[in-house]
């Protein structure tokens, strides 16, 4: 969302209305500053998600955030490579499908930086913080019987994954030509994944 909505105010060329459950909080403050609507809503909050929609062209989706332990739970994909964007990458990628409405309404675009194996993700993350990081190797099953809510959710995505879904890394560079490699945003962001 907030990547999305940035570019979007950046490009002055749209009106945004953000929906943020405590719109006093910095992020919400920052899109403010931008010329952003940033309005009370909570998903879990019927009555204030209808009111804070009155009037909005769409809303994007959003998945909440993980704790550091479940953010570094196994991924049951064996040797299918996945598709990954960093969130920072879906914004001008975004900004760039609204102005190009001829192109792409009724369309569904799979955006991609690049497709790779958990063990590529792996070894990528090995050099980059100069230690070992491996793939557990959990199968669907094992990993749908994990304890933390989403985990038959995220089995369930990650099923789907390794049918291979329609994802264009070509179109998406096409799209935001600056979109980082996993290797990129690991070079980027060496402080932050240090405490991995």
């Given at each position: 969302?907030g990547s999305?909505a940035r ?5 002055k060329k749209y009106?945004?209305r953000?929906?943020?459950?405590d ?8 899109l ?8 009370k809503?909570?998903?879990n909050d019927k009555?204030?998600?209808e ?9 994007t989706?959003f998945?909440d955030h ?6 570094m739970?196994?991924?049951?994909m064996?040797?299918v490579?996945m598709?990954g964007i960093?969130v ?6 975004i900004c760039s499908?609204?102005?190009?409405p001829?192109?792409?309404?009724g ?13 590529q993700h792996a070894d990528a993350?090995?050099k ?6 491996r793939?557990?190797?959990i199968t669907?099953?094992a990993?749908?019987k994990?304890?933390f809510?989403?985990?038959k ?16 890394s ?11 490699s996993?290797?990129?945003l690991?070079?980027k962001n060496?402080?932050?994944l240090?405490?991995i």
């Amino acid at each position: 969302g907030g990547s999305v909505a940035r570019a979007i105010l950046e490009s002055k060329k749209y009106e945004v209305r953000a929906l943020a459950r405590d719109v006093t909080q910095p992020n919400g403050q920052v899109l403010r500053d931008l010329g952003a609507d940033v309005v009370k809503g909570d998903l879990n909050d019927k009555a204030s998600v209808e009111a804070s929609l009155k009037g909005a062209f769409m809303v994007t989706n959003f998945w909440d955030h993980f704790s550091k332990e479940k953010e570094m739970a196994p991924l049951p994909m064996g040797d299918v490579p996945m598709d990954g964007i960093s969130v920072a990458d879906v914004g001008e990628v975004i900004c760039s499908i609204f102005n190009l409405p001829e192109k792409f309404v009724g369309k569904i675009v799979g955006l991609s930086a690049e497709a790779q194996t958990v063990q590529q993700h792996a070894d990528a993350l090995s050099k980059g913080l100069g230690k070992e990081v491996r793939d557990a190797e959990i199968t669907l099953e094992a990993y749908e019987k994990l304890e933390f809510s989403a985990a038959k959710e995220m089995a369930n995505m990650c099923h789907f994954y390794r049918m291979k879904p329609d994802c264009d890394s070509k179109l998406t560079h096409r799209l935001n030509p600056k979109v980082k490699s996993f290797s990129q945003l690991i070079s980027k962001n060496q402080s932050a994944l240090k405490g991995i």
